[in-house]
């Protein structure tokens, strides 16, 4: 059998040679590390941009641990301070950096994230970089790269919170001045960040909301059936945002109806009634398993300003796993068209939507609804806003 040609072995070298001479990056500078059992936005996008893209650099960068908060604070710091000792760290198609500094974040990312940031960048002969900033703190490792890339740079900023006041607000302001574009996770958010900071009017703007990773929730839709099913699940993080009134309102209305909370607890309650069970953080890949043993899934958000424009994953995880969804009509959910949803607003109306929720039948509706907000789906939507950005700018690249 005949080996390919001189002239397609020549043009094999060529199409080598423009790769490595135009090789693209993508830095995502987000909030939470690979391994510490939460999983947002920025890890599903980071993979499947990794995976499409192979001939790209994908970097994910998370806020880095300091070396006095894993002496004083829980093990969740010990671990990721374990995990910054050897740099950035390959997971198949993704390469993890947990940056380490001696000062707690709060008081702003340090010069030494930048410095490895960009060493690992140029490690990979990247020529080009898209760099995606979650968190805010960020804003010195960004500008770093900006300055080093110049017009080979495209910077987005991501937000997926609101920061009122205080050093995120103020590192927000920076971010965004040195934005090429903002692709805010809902509607509410980009409107509160483009108020709090007045960007450039070059500055596009985006909304793209969080999505669901639909192969795993979908296997335990139907894991157990319907009528086998029983009481109210949540999870995620039980801080001041969570609605603690709520919650206990629906127990004490549902008395023989299990309520599970899972996430880490940030704040407490003395004496909840009989049914409500605390189980803490659980691995991500143990959520499908909890959400097929219950028939609603809550979204209690309190009065908290920062839950207006929350764009829960949570929710489309609860659809996609079969379940109902209960929670507070807030800003950002109150735009979602979806079915085996149901809202309340005031006390009054908790436990008649809850109960609502409860006893309706199970349909496919919710997990055929879920499935169009895959993230795959979102990765190649992405790809779209960030392709004529990149192409503007920088001259190509995205496929």
Same mark, same amino acid.
């Given at each position: 059998?005949?080996?390919?040609?001189?002239?397609?072995?020549?043009?094999?070298?060529a199409?080598?040679?423009?790769?490595?001479?135009?090789?693209?990056g993508y830095?995502?500078?987000?909030?939470?590390?690979?391994?510490?059992?939460?999983?947002?936005?920025?890890?599903?996008?980071?993979?499947?941009?990794?995976?499409?893209?192979?001939?790209?650099?994908?970097?994910?960068?998370?806020?880095?641990?300091?070396?006095?908060?894993?002496?004083?604070?829980?093990?969740?710091?010990?671990?990721?301070?374990?995990?910054?000792?050897?740099?950035?760290?390959?997971?198949?198609?993704?390469?993890?950096?947990?940056?380490?500094?001696?000062?707690?974040?709060?008081?702003?990312?340090?010069?030494?994230?930048?410095?490895?940031?960009?060493?690992?960048?140029?490690?990979?002969?990247?020529s080009?970089?898209?760099?995606?900033?979650?968190?805010?703190?960020?804003?010195?490792?960004?500008r770093?790269?900006?300055?080093?890339?110049?017009?080979?740079?495209?910077?987005?900023?991501?937000?997926?919170?609101?920061?009122?006041?205080?050093?995120l607000?103020?590192?927000?302001?920076?971010?965004?001045?040195?934005?090429?574009?903002?692709?805010?996770?809902?509607?509410?958010?980009?409107?509160?960040?483009?108020?709090?900071?007045?960007?450039?009017?070059?500055?596009?703007?985006?909304?793209?909301?969080?999505?669901?990773?639909?192969?795993?929730f979908?296997?335990?839709?139907?894991?157990?059936?319907?009528?086998?099913?029983?009481?109210?699940?949540?999870?995620g993080?039980i801080?001041?945002?969570?609605?603690?009134? !709520?919650?206990?309102?629906? /127990?004490? &209305?549902y008395?023989? %109806?299990?309520? #599970?909370?899972?996430? +880490? =607890? $940030?704040?407490?309650?003395?004496?909840?009634?009989?049914?409500?069970?605390?189980?803490?953080?659980?691995?991500?890949?143990?959520?499908?398993?909890?959400?097929?043993?219950?028939?609603?899934?809550?979204?209690?958000?309190?009065?908290?300003?920062?839950?207006?424009?929350?764009?829960?994953?949570?929710?489309?995880?609860?659809?996609? !796993?079969?379940?109902?969804? /209960?929670? &507070?009509?807030?800003? %950002?959910?109150? #735009?979602?068209?979806? +079915? =085996? $949803?149901?809202?309340?607003?005031?006390?009054?109306?908790?436990?008649?939507q809850?109960?609502?929720a409860?006893?309706?039948?199970?349909?496919?509706?919710?997990?055929?609804?879920?499935?169009?907000?895959d993230?795959?789906?979102?990765?190649?939507?992405?790809?779209?806003?960030?392709?004529p950005?990149?192409?503007?700018?920088?001259?190509?690249?995205?496929?």
């Open positions: 059998m005949l080996g390919p040609s001189a002239a397609e072995q020549d043009r094999k070298i199409e080598d040679c423009e790769c490595s001479l135009h090789r693209l830095v995502f500078l987000s909030h939470s590390y690979f391994d510490g059992g939460v999983r947002v936005g920025s890890h599903h996008l980071s993979e499947r941009i990794a995976k499409a893209e192979q001939e790209a650099v994908v970097l994910h960068a998370s806020t880095p641990v300091s070396s006095l908060q894993a002496r004083v604070r829980h093990e969740t710091d010990t671990r990721r301070y374990s995990a910054s000792a050897s740099g950035p760290v390959n997971r198949g198609h993704v390469l993890d950096l947990v940056p380490r500094q001696v000062w707690p974040p709060k008081f702003g990312v340090r010069g030494q994230t930048a410095t490895w940031v960009s060493s690992t960048l140029s490690a990979h002969d990247v080009s970089v898209v760099v995606l900033v979650d968190q805010p703190l960020f804003s010195a490792t960004a770093r790269i900006a300055r080093d890339y110049g017009s080979r740079s495209l910077i987005v900023y991501r937000p997926t919170d609101i920061h009122p006041s205080g050093a607000a103020r590192a927000e302001r920076r971010v965004v001045g040195i934005a090429d574009a903002i692709v805010a996770t809902s509607r509410f958010t980009l409107d509160t960040v483009v108020e709090q900071t007045k960007p450039r009017s070059a500055v596009a703007k985006f909304v793209l909301e969080n999505g669901v990773d639909a192969n795993l979908e296997s335990s839709g139907t894991a157990m059936p319907w009528k086998d099913r029983r009481g109210f699940v949540y999870v993080a801080d001041t945002r969570f609605d603690w009134n !709520a919650v206990i309102s629906i /127990a004490e &209305t008395p023989n %109806e299990p309520v #599970t909370l899972v996430g +880490p =607890l $940030t704040t407490h309650r003395a004496n909840l009634p009989s049914n409500i069970a605390c189980v803490g953080a659980k691995p991500y890949l143990d959520t499908p398993k909890l959400l097929s043993q219950a028939r609603v899934g809550l979204l209690p958000f309190n009065s908290n300003t920062l839950n207006a424009g929350r764009s829960p994953m949570k929710f489309y995880e609860y659809l996609s !796993a079969g379940l109902a969804v /209960a929670g &507070t009509r807030t800003t %950002e959910l109150s #735009t979602r068209n979806a +079915p =085996l $949803t149901w809202l309340w607003e005031g006390e009054s109306d908790i436990a008649l809850a109960g609502r409860l006893a309706g039948n199970w349909t496919a509706a919710g997990v055929a609804h879920a499935r169009e907000f993230w795959d789906t979102r990765a190649d939507q992405l790809k779209s806003i960030l392709r950005l990149v192409e503007s700018k920088i001259g190509g690249g995205i496929r």
